[in-house]
């Protein structure tokens, strides 16, 4: 093919799609909201994330980015560098409390992720909530989209969990 027709048939390559939910017993999605609503707070809960940073505006309101950095994926095992540092720089793109929603953009890093955005939504629920998270990306280099749903899937349902745990302490 030629360089034009390659790079016209790569743009044309479906965004990848996916969805991972997680539930909660106990905790209502009133208690659940302030905590994912802090998007400058995800290294509370986000496994093997140790850096979330402010770059720029006021957590919580639309146009302020995050600095992610120290996450695992599932290709790392594949990378001949021992210290490599994954790292996202995020955009808060909306936010709606009373619909408990927001949703954010990777607009910088070097995981790859191009075009990425997702929706994070709690549901309530009788016994509890459930926390989803919708994702759409450009097909990634050196992952396939089963990679991208165990990476997202796995990392929620570790939130999940510590959230739960952190919301019984309180009501002990």
């Known amino acids: 093919m030629e360089p034009t027709t390659q790079m016209a048939h790569d743009q044309q390559q479906p965004k990848w799609e996916g ?4 539930e909660l017993i106990g905790p ?3 208690q659940v909201w302030p905590l994912l609503e802090d998007f400058f707070g995800l290294h509370k809960w986000f496994p093997t994330l140790t850096t979330c940073l402010p770059v720029q505006g ?3 309101q639309p146009g302020c980015v995050r600095y992610c950095a120290g996450f695992k ?4 095992h594949e990378s001949n ?3 490599h540092l994954n790292w996202t720089k995020q955009e808060l793109l ?8 927001f949703s954010y953009s990777i607009v910088d890093g070097n995981v790859g992720f191009n075009s990425y955005i997702s929706t994070v939504r709690v549901v309530p629920k009788e016994d509890g909530c459930i926390i989803e998270w919708k994702y759409e990306v450009e097909p990634v280099e050196g992952w396939t989209l089963k990679d991208l749903d165990v990476f997202i899937g796995t990392g929620l ?4 969990r510590r959230m739960e745990a952190s919301l019984s302490k309180l009501q002990v």
């Open 157 to 160: 349902q570790v939130m999940a």
């Open 58 to 60: 006021v957590s919580g």
């Open 94 to 101: 909306s936010i709606d409390p009373s619909q408990l929603t």
């Open 28 to 30: 209502k999605a009133e």
């Open 19 to 22: 969805e991972a939910r997680a």
């Open 73 to 76: 994926t599932p290709v790392d």
């Open 81 to 83: 560098q021992p210290e």
